[in-house]
């Protein structure tokens, strides 16, 4: 995607990275490569909102760890320790086409955890980690109030209050650390107020989830208030706040497009893409998390669906590539093919968002990962 498709196209990969991209015409193929040949290729698409790797096949609860149920405000956990490389639904995304994923903890507390961003491949979670800790994860929905277990947050006014007094005990926090590290000695650790220190720094974006436009303003307001750098995910009525989006400056992973229309996400529409994108409001695709077997749904097929709503063909590709890439902070190593790029690739029989076309083979840093026909 770093520039216009090109017919009858070539891509070198050398030693995990792309060499060239060009014409079959002005591009040699080295002695001794491999040739693989598809109709379509593609950059590795990048599933830029998942729990895959922390949600398991079996849906039972030993291969269950994407959401800690035990207190609201947990930005400490990490997404790296719960990472499973092995896990059959990794395996399943990486065969349509995914080679990146942002994966981690899920809606269903105020504070779930982190994310982390991941390549489908690896036999341990430091082969696969691209980005060890990707953002902090809020959620801002009545996935998180626990009014009828007489538990905090109960109410809206009740987690936007907890979310702001947690940030300002990090200001506190980093004011602290700030003036012991002048005097030379070493400040007290805490887990959870490191993690929103950095947050506040703006080193670690937020990602908020939500979906009625009332909590999608909440999170503006918030991210106004701290000067917080945030990512809004799901966000099912933000075709109803465009302007505020637009004028905040922040991007959207948009929730999937056939995700069930029901509770908070009633009033979602197969055309947000699109009036996201005349907004000009950047914008990526995520397979988000899915409470039925098999556990995972497949972004490519959201993406199609966005492309038969108003995005062309690039639009909707640009959403699973490098529009994804930028959004995440890893457009250095993948979402296009460019020379000096990983070698991530997907390879297709036709036009990856038909439903009869099939996704013939993955590679991941020049190694053949899937050759799976999807």
Do not use: W
């Not at 060499?19 to 830029?48: C, F, K, M, N, Q």
């Not at 491949?121 to 990707?134: I, K, L, M, Q």
């Not at 905090?152 to 300002?168: D, Q």
């Not at 700030?178 to 080193?203: F, I, M, N, Q």
């Amino acid at each position: 995607m770093a520039g216009p498709p090109i017919s009858d196209g070539v891509v070198v990969i050398t030693g995990g990275k792309i060499a060239a991209v060009g014409s079959a015409a002005d591009v040699r193929i080295p002695e001794g490569h491999r040739v693989l040949e598809a109709a379509v290729v593609t950059p590795g698409l990048i599933d830029a909102h998942a729990t895959a790797g922390l949600t398991g096949i079996l849906n039972i609860p030993h291969d269950q760890d994407q959401l800690e149920r035990s207190e609201p405000m947990q930005p400490q956990l990490r997404a790296l320790d719960a990472y499973n490389t092995f896990d059959e639904l990794v395996a399943y995304v990486r065969s349509f086409g995914v080679t990146t994923l942002h994966t981690g903890h899920a809606p269903g507390e105020l504070i779930p955890g982190q994310t982390m961003i991941v390549k489908t491949a690896g036999r341990t979670v430091e082969d696969a980690v691209v980005v060890p800790t990707a953002c902090v994860a809020v959620c801002l929905s009545t996935a998180a109030q626990k009014e009828e277990r007489g538990q905090s947050p109960g109410t809206r006014g009740k987690m936007m209050s907890m979310l702001r007094a947690e940030l300002v005990r990090a200001q506190e926090y980093l004011a602290r650390r700030e003036k012991v590290s002048e005097l030379g000695k070493r400040p007290t650790r805490d887990l959870k107020l490191e993690v929103l220190a950095e947050v506040l720094a703006g080193r670690l974006p937020l990602l908020v989830t939500a979906h009625r436009a009332q909590d999608i303003a909440g999170a503006l307001r918030l991210a106004k208030e701290f000067k917080l750098r945030i990512i809004l995910d799901g966000a099912a009525e933000a075709y109803i706040l465009l302007d505020e989006i637009k004028a905040a400056g922040v991007p959207v992973i948009v929730h999937p497009l056939m995700q069930r229309a029901v509770g908070e996400a009633e009033n979602l529409s197969f055309e947000t893409p699109a009036k996201l994108r005349d907004a000009g409001i950047p914008f990526a695709f995520q397979s988000g998390y899915e409470s039925y077997v098999p556990k995972t749904r497949v972004v490519l097929l959201e993406a199609a669906i966005a492309a038969g709503n108003g995005l062309s063909f690039d639009e909707a590709l640009r959403g699973l590539t490098i529009d994804a890439a930028r959004m995440l902070g890893v457009a250095d190593r993948v979402g296009s093919l460019q020379p000096g790029k990983d070698g991530d690739l997907a390879l297709f029989d036709a036009d990856p968002f038909e439903y009869t076309s099939h996704c013939i083979g993955v590679i991941i840093e020049g190694e053949i990962v899937s050759d799976v026909k999807r």
